[in-house]
């Protein structure tokens, strides 16, 4: 005999997720947005280099390269930091693709416009100076595009979280 407060079925649903630790994983610089980020870093600092060795770097155009170069490699490599670190999976809540994409396409604007105005200037080290600016506004673009293919598809950063789901029904 059922007991009539008692339902004569019920489902118990179990949930386990995974959370990430922050622990370091250099195998993130041999993916391709790792890669990505690493030339951009590079190219930033070449660029900056080239800026700062002529003779004309107190001018407007040298600073705003300069400033867009040194902004780029510090926060591109505070985004490497964070993903070797697995920052960016450990606060999972925080939409990093997004975030991502929006600033590389941002450094993508800014500079095509700083490459243009050292390329306008003429000098031998602003014409390197806009030649790396350019090589960072493609590899920019470019990740810029990744992100907004993998935002597109709902891709997770870095690795996927485990999410175990057990399903009870009784009868």
Known sequence: MADAGFPTQHTTTTTATTTAEIRYDVSYIRTLPGLTKCIC???NLLGFICIQVSSFSYHSRGSYFSSIAMTGFWLTGILLFFYIFHVCQRFYKIPW?????IYCA???????IAASLAAAFG???YSAAAFFGYCAMVAYGYDAFQKF??????IVVQETRTTQQTTVTIA
Not at 97 to 101: A, H, P, Q
Not at 149 to 154: F, I, L, N, S, W
């Open 149 to 154: 293919k993998a935002v597109r598809e709902g």
């Open 123 to 125: 000098t031998e080290a």
């Open 41 to 43: 870093i590079v190219l």
């Open 97 to 101: 693709l997004k975030i991502e994409m």
């Open 106 to 112: 941002l450094w993508t604007i800014l500079y095509l």
